[in-house]
């Protein structure tokens, strides 16, 4: 049969000469991840330590991972403005809603200035 015992089956020669699923597009493998309710469209796919959505893009050919809520901005309202960060005002990290009241772009300075005025920040120096 040419399958060398112990030799993985994607070495075989000729094995998969076609594709049997069609490649998806990035907006089919997202959407469907995403829990929309009346507030928060909440993520379901993998998350970071933090809670934040991630999920695999490849970008100029190669593969990495990129944070879901900048995905869900980018496929509804186009690129993130250069020297802008999107910041969530929900303050659920999970949340990939692009609307304002959600997430919004910003600068380092505001995501910081409403991150310590929402008690979410974190100081060693600031007492418990």
């Known amino acids: 049969m040419g399958h060398v015992k112990g030799q993985p089956m994607r070495y075989i020669l000729g094995h998969k000469r076609f594709n049997r699923w069609p490649e998806r597009t990035l907006a089919e493998r997202f959407w469907p991840r995403v829990e929309k309710t009346d507030g928060c469209w909440l993520w379901k796919g993998a998350t970071d330590p933090?809670?934040?959505?991630?999920?695999?893009v490849t970008e100029a050919g190669k593969k990495r991972s990129k944070l879901a809520h900048h995905v869900?901005?980018?496929?509804?309202?186009?690129?993130?403005?250069?020297?802008?960060?999107l910041m969530h005002q929900c303050d659920t990290p999970a949340c990939v809603r692009p609307d304002p009241q959600h997430v919004r772009p910003g600068t380092q300075a505001e995501n910081m200035r409403g991150c310590?005025?929402?008690?979410r920040h974190?100081?060693?120096?600031?007492?418990?």
């Open 50 to 56: 933090h809670g934040y959505g991630r999920i695999a």
């Open 72 to 85: 869900a901005w980018e496929l509804t309202n186009g690129p993130i403005p250069e020297g802008a960060l």
């Open 116 to 119: 310590v005025q929402r008690g």
């Open 122 to 128: 974190f100081s060693p120096f600031r007492p418990a």
